[in-house]
């Protein structure tokens, strides 16, 4: 499996940008897909992942203002953010997890987000 983010760039606080996550290879081997962040220092943390039947799960942190949704016809994942703040500002990984081993196994290169103030 192979995710390629696009998307990504400079925004100002309170912006919007709209990530995406082009799958291919192996699809039929990933049921869940989500997003990660990492900013300079921090740990990496999940920001939202959605499973095959469209189930959503958001960080606390992103509630109400970040959607995730997922294109099966497309092999396409997306990640709308609104409200942008600077703290958001990181490096966003799309992730697809692995149906055997229910492990986040692929990865993709990551893509940098950057909120100014």
């Known amino acids: 499996v192979q995710l390629v983010e696009s998307g990504g760039g400079l925004v100002q606080a309170g912006g919007s940008l709209r990530l995406s996550c082009a799958a291919s290879?192996?699809?039929?081997?990933?049921?869940?897909m989500g997003w990660y962040r990492q900013a300079p220092g921090k740990e990496r943390e999940m920001v939202a992942a959605i499973n095959s039947a469209h189930n959503t799960y958001y960080a606390d942190s992103v509630k109400g203002r970040f959607t995730i949704s997922r294109d099966n016809a497309k092999n396409t994942l997306y990640l709308q953010m609104s409200s942008l703040k600077p703290e958001d500002t990181a490096m966003y990984y799309c992730?697809?997890?692995?149906?055997?081993?229910?492990?986040?196994?692929?990865w993709g290169q990551g893509i940098q987000v950057t909120v100014s103030s």
């Open positions: 290879g192996s699809i039929f081997s990933i049921s869940a």
């Open positions: 992730a697809a997890q692995d149906y055997a081993s229910g492990e986040y196994d692929y």
